[in-house]
Nanobody
Framework: QVQLMESGGGLVQAGGSLRLSCTDT????????GGWYRQAPGNQREWLAS???????NIASFVKGRFDVTKDSAKNTVYLEMNNLQPEDAAVYCC??????????????WGPGTQVTVSS
């Protein structure tokens, strides 16, 4: 069973940094591409960044210069590097990935999210 999971969230002071990770803890899903989203209470989900299977990245304009997305195929993990975090960045951060299972089934999977809290 695919079990996509984010990690690395937590409490950080304004101006601080976090690196979020996203991987399949079930170890059956090979990640080809991924994206990161966030949702704060009362707000719609926002797309933040994506990375293609070839490593091409796209970053939302409102976080460009502070956030970056990378992937490590050997570790089957997609990362979101976040710098200079501000209180308005507080949200639940989720990853979405596309890839295939060991049996060759293509699919898209989402993680449950990880909370990021930024203190002023």
């Amino acid at each position: 069973q695919v079990q996509l999971m984010e990690s690395g969230g937590g409490l950080v002071q304004a101006g601080g940094s976090l690196r979020l990770s996203c991987t399949d803890t079930g170890n059956i899903f090979v990640i080809n591409a991924g994206g990161w989203y966030r949702q704060a209470p009362g707000n719609q989900r926002e797309w933040l960044a994506s990375i293609t299977s070839g490593g091409v990245t796209n970053i939302a304009s409102f976080v460009k210069g502070r956030f970056d997305v990378t992937k490590d195929s050997a570790k089957n993990t997609v990362y979101l590097e976040m710098n200079n975090l501000q209180p308005e960045d507080a949200a639940v951060y989720c990853c979405s990935t596309t890839g295939r299972t060991a049996g060759g089934r293509q699919g898209e999977h989402w993680g449950p999210g990880t909370q990021v809290t930024v203190s002023s």
